[in-house]
Nanobody
Framework: QVQLVESGGGLVQAGGSLRLSCAAS????????MGWYRQAPGKERELVAG???????NYADSVKGRFTISRDNARKTMYLQMNSLKPEDTAVYYC???????????????WGQGTQVTVSS
């Protein structure tokens, strides 16, 4: 099993910044893709940003130029630096990792418990 612990959410004014962290632990041999998702009230969960094991990144159009995803493989931790926050960024943010427990073993997706980000206007 893999456990994901998210931190860094909170309340911030529009234009402000927050940095989210997602630390993975447990039966991890290799972490492949990592990503941040968010879900606002009444809306479906959406991909915010993703990062592969070699550092390639992709972003939702709505956050390009404002958010930066990164990872520290040694610490099994992923980050999301969020700048120029807008009220429409308000949501619960979830991290997801795809990892395997050993060489040649299958990969599975694991989700964090979510952290609330609230941006006031």
């Amino acid at each position: 099993q893999v456990q994901l612990v998210e931190s860094g959410g909170g309340l911030v004014q529009a234009g402000g910044s927050l940095r989210l962290s997602c630390a993975a632990s447990g039966s991890i041999f290799r972490i492949n893709v990592m990503g941040w998702y968010r879900q606002a009230p009444g809306k479906e969960r959406e991909l915010v940003a993703g990062i592969t094991s070699d550092g390639s990144t992709n972003y939702a159009d709505s956050v390009k130029g404002r958010f930066t995803i990164s990872r520290d493989n040694a610490r099994k931790t992923m980050y999301l630096q969020m700048n120029s926050l807008k009220p429409e960024d308000t949501a619960v943010y979830y991290c997801k990792v795809r990892s395997s427990a050993g060489w040649g073993r299958p990969e599975y997706d694991y989700w964090g418990q979510g952290t609330q980000v609230t941006v006031s206007s």
